[in-house]
């Protein structure tokens, strides 16, 4: 396939497809028919891009609908390619781009059904406007109860439709009492991804703590200033917070990653990519991927250097919904830092995938598919994590409520970091927070945060 010579990446590749070239002629009978022709451009797209292309079916059923014809080209390993036309197809979308939050339904003792607890709300959009915010309960969805008998159905609505109605709750005295129904409106707002900054200090050590939600590189400025306070409370500890953060830009991250470690140099190897029999491996140093930032702030590794914190380690916070980019940061840290991981196994999208749409004006093919590319190794070849990438220090984000600002001395995925931190110097103040707290336990049966993308390859089963 023929493509645009320079690639950007963000929060993919983002590539536009024209034609095929010689090389890439493929010799089996070319479909006549309208559908057979969508269906022949996909599977040229595939063979040429996609990871898994030489594991594709030699002769697929051209008169399969589009969709299923994708996803009939799919490799069982592959849970995150993607196609949509638009209208009738999709791309895979969130409750948090829906209505503006993510949420878990949990058990807890003494209550028949299921009780929601919201874990992160987008600053703007249609939970932030009714009300809700981390740690809200609520227990009906459209007037309904939740219960294994209709928690797949709430769980469409809740990232469907044009509106949906909650019922709150509150919890006293071992009771849940709902509250007046409120309606949420679809509506998501564009936030920093740069959601907090601040500091903790005892004992002469100065911890600096960064809840980051995306590697969205329209805040890479924000980014840069958050380091920049952080290196003026000279901070000797670092938390980085990105158990919600479903990863974006490759280049966002080696921007973040040049200001922790020390060791990371611009011509150094920082990244490397392995395609298929077409894309081969590609080694990128860290510069060459701050080249294909789209932000300029930050595109030139010497501008990073004044941000770079003197670090021996850092700790980062994750969850199941730690994902791509985010698990690209723990993983290409190791070779030059200490990494402390706190929280639980990372999502396991150790990948980067490409946008593939026709660029002919008027467009011949209206749809757009996002397969996966390459597989990612830091810079000593260690990758692999498809499985996900297990903490050191285990903790559950969401065995227990009530749930606490991020950066709270009571948020258990903190407190077990600056346990590790502090030791026996803890200050009072942060052990007496932690041991005021009356918990209830929860059991998780469903997180949002975790089903951020959602796979095609579901559509073969």
Known sequence: MKHLSRIAISAFFSVAFICCSKHDVITDPVPADSLGIINRWVLDSMRRYYYWGDKMPARPDYSLPTDQFFASLLSDQDRYSWIANGRDVISPST????????????KATGYQGYIGVVSLVNAGGGADAAGL????????????????????????????GSQVTLTPATYTNNTWTAQQAITIKKRYSAENAVRLVRTFSAGGIVTGYLFYNSFDEYYDASLLQAFGKLKQANVNELIIDLRYNAGGSVPSCAKLCAMIAKNITADGAFVIYKGNSHEGTKPRSTQAVLNTSGNATGRQFNDLLPYRLSLQRVFILTTGATLSASELLVNNLKPFVEVVQVGETTAGKDEASLLVEDQHTPRKVEWKIQPIIYKLFNKDNQGGYDKGIAPQQAVSDMAQVPLYPFGSVQDPLVNSALQKIYGNNLPDTFRNLRSSITALPVIPVYRSAEQQYVSQWELKN
Not at 144 to 158: E, R
């Open 133 to 160: 915010q981390r740690g809200s309960y609520f227990t009906r969805v459209n007037g309904v109860d939740i219960n294994d008998g209709n928690m797949n159905t709430v769980i469409k609505q809740l990232k469907t």
């Open 95 to 106: 409750t948090y781009f829906t209505y503006g939050f993510q949420y878990a339904l949990v």
